[in-house]
DNA sequence: ATGACTTATTTTAAGATATAAAATAAGTCA
DNA sequence: TGACTTATTTTATATCTTAAAATAAGTCAT
């Protein structure tokens, strides 16, 4: 709902009011609703009666009471419906099964063959996915309230799906469609890292913080960038491509077939090529990533200076890179995640903090805080049923009353 | 206001709905504005007569019938109240007043002594200024909305102003209060470049574009950022501080004191020292650049080699820099201003636009427009007029019925 | 237990707004 | 001049919010 026109329009905005407070600040009593969102109790009264009738939200408890009566407390009922979040990877997918007080219950993950990554292969397993979730479960797919998908690449508003990783060269491949042809739930889709951004800004490190950016560090480097307490798309939707911005003209060649950009130095890949350039070692193609990377870190907190050069330099590329982004959206916390993030993010911490604050300008250095990220492997999954959860406290449709009587 | 949760913020909010569209689509009938807003006939009727009868808006004729009953054309009227916008520079003051439809109603210039640059002293002109120019207008001064200023610096939500350009060097300077304090109207301060982003983005090269980035070329380099149709100011209003992002980890000197920096290769002084590199020649401190910016766009044009060098190398620079912005804020257009930008933008666009393409990413470079900026020398002015326009449009207490009877 | 007091929630009465539909206004055109 | 067309205003009805009054459900001292 753009703006209420309308007086049923103010009904319809208030429950929404009411269903975000209290989605971020359960459990309340209709007290503390009337007291935070400046709504009358006789309103607040009304606005929870409807929802309570509709199932939405339900009575967890008294407080005790302070000579008076005491305070209902009120929650969104958990087992009202349920959210499914997707983490499409470069190698594999995993879906996880939440109810609204985002508990998780249930998972499934599958590994990817390197030559099956065509869309319809994609498409196959999610659906099957889902309905292996649902009974493993025990819920009703009706009580699935949609989808959310996180992926490793661009995707555009109508839900046509680019990803440009190695094997699998999606160009404008029609995702969404395809999903919903075979999926009978409503589908969201969006680029991972935004997903996990609106994770983290939520329910993460960042919990009720206004403008803020999530980093994601893996194989590749994506952000989400979070605007006046919403994710931030831009134009079409492809906002927050931090990974190729660009911190050398005449730098490192990187996947993306330009130069110098910080997925070059700082992504996985490129932490292990100086690691291997200073070491006078030829990079073994095939090696694990991850065990390289947990080497490394290890080998840093023992001291070997190889290890210390190394990650130093990674903070320094990091550190001018995020200056960059701090420059441009002055954020008030910058969350580093991504699964190199989180295993290099601790070591690296003040050599970060030093750098950007050497090179991005002072009015919007000063205020800035630099976090790790909370919901660690499951935070694309987590944040791709934000994209549903989203979509629930914002359908008006929900909280019509479908039928009046009396 | 925030969310209408009473059935007079529905009025007041309709209100601002049909002052904000008159005031992009002037003139409009009633029936167009119903359409246009999806308030019903009679609503426009009761709201627009408020509008009419506080003396906001005005009948300004008819649309010919083509076989019924003629529209009336309703305007925002012309002199409800007036507008000025200063545009404080670092070698310069210029105040404009403005009347609602945005005609410059008169000017007034200050050179500035380089001595004088204590904010007691701008205080002062900018308050005799104001004087001089609603005299020599025959306007009163009750009869201005307010003032809006925009300054070569960082302005934090509380009016601190902080300017490091050489001779300045404000600190924190509680410049809004000072300014309130001498001045009896509602006075508003933000960052140039900010300013003028809105003046372009609501009434020059970027009408109706919702995200979008103004480009300011000068001595100093800026950028105003809009998102979803406002200004996008960050947790602390410093956002869009692209003039020192960095584009060489080990460049350039800049003197903000960093290295790198987009400022350090494509401000004016940049460009002249390239140009002076290239030749051979030590620059010459005092020399006037806006000359010899001028001169070196002549040889350009002229064919001269040097020239095409130096403007291929400055347009290379900036792409580099613009890719990164386009990167993370997926603009749908830029806009480049500023004095140097007005004299460069022609010669060098079509280089530019092949850099931006080349280092930023498909999905952002594929939609997006560069154009020049539509406000010369007024662009700051206009935009700072526009920050009190923008409260004018958004003051409830402006649109409130103060008595009513009958 | 009882009455005084306290706090939470619900009910009620009044005021404001929007819309849809009907009425009116102000033209064109043959 | 009358039929027709389009714009705007008026009217009747349904909602909504709030403030104030009424109730509900406790605590506490006696």
Redesign the pocket.
């Given at each position: 709902m753009k703006s209420p026109?309308?007086?049923?329009?103010?009904?319809?905005?208030?429950?929404q009011i009411v269903m975000r407070l209290l989605c971020f600040h359960e459990p309340m009593?209709?007290?503390?609703?009337?007291q935070d969102t400046?709504?009358?109790?006789?309103?607040?009264?009304?606005?929870?009666?409807e929802l309570l009738q509709e199932g939405i939200l339900a009575k967890t408890g008294?407080?005790?009471?302070?000579?008076?009566?005491?305070?209902?407390?009120?929650t969104i009922s958990p087992n009202y419906g349920y959210l499914i979040g997707v983490d499409l990877g470069e190698t594999h997918i995993q879906l996880e099964l939440f109810n609204l007080a985002r508990q998780k219950l249930g998972a499934i993950r599958y590994g990817i063959a390197e030559s099956g990554n065509t869309p319809d292969y994609y498409v196959e397993q999610i659906s099957s996915g889902l309905k292996e979730l649902a009974s493993s479960t025990g819920i009703k797919e009706e009580a699935i309230l949609g989808i959310g998908i996180g992926v490793p690449g661009v995707v555009e508003h109508n839900g046509y799906v680019s990803i440009a990783a190695p094997m699998w060269n999606w160009q404008r491949v029609e995702f969404l469609n395809m999903l919903e042809a075979k999926i009978n739930l409503p589908v969201y889709i969006d680029n991972g890292a935004k997903a996990m951004a609106l994770a983290e800004s939520w329910f993460g490190a960042g919990r009720g913080v206004e403008d803020m950016a999530v980093i994601l560090l893996g194989t590749g480097i994506g952000a989400g960038i979070i605007t006046k307490g919403s994710l931030y798309r831009g134009a079409t939707n492809s906002a927050g491509e931090w990974g190729h911005t660009k911190i050398e003209l005449n730098g490192r060649p990187c996947r993306c077939g330009s130069q110098g950009c910080v997925e070059a130095y700082a992504g996985a890949p490129g932490i292990i090529s100086s690691l291997k350039t200073l070491s006078g070692e030829s990079a073994k193609q095939d090696e694990d990533q991850i065990v390289t990377i947990k080497n490394l870190v290890e080998a840093y907190r023992a001291g070997d200076s190889s290890a210390v050069q190394v990650l130093h330099a990674t903070a320094h590329y990091l550190g001018a890179g995020l200056a960059n982004l701090v420059n441009l959206f002055n954020p008030e916390l910058v969350v580093i995640g991504g699964w190199a993030g989180l295993l290099i993010g601790e070591a690296i911490m003040d050599e970060l903090k030093k750098y950007v604050a050497q090179y991005a300008l002072a009015p919007s250095a000063a205020h800035l805080k630099i976090d790790l990220c909370q919901f660690g492997q499951d935070a694309i999954c987590m944040g791709a049923a934000c994209l549903v959860l989203e979509e629930f406290l914002s359908a008006n449709k929900k909280f019509m009353?479908q039928s009046?009587e009396g």
């Open positions: 026109k309308h007086t049923v329009d103010i009904r319809l905005q208030n429950k009593s209709r007290m503390e609703i009337s400046t709504l009358s109790p006789g309103t607040v009264t009304n606005v929870t009666g008294l407080v005790e009471s302070v000579g008076g009566r005491p305070r209902t407390l009120l009353r009046v």
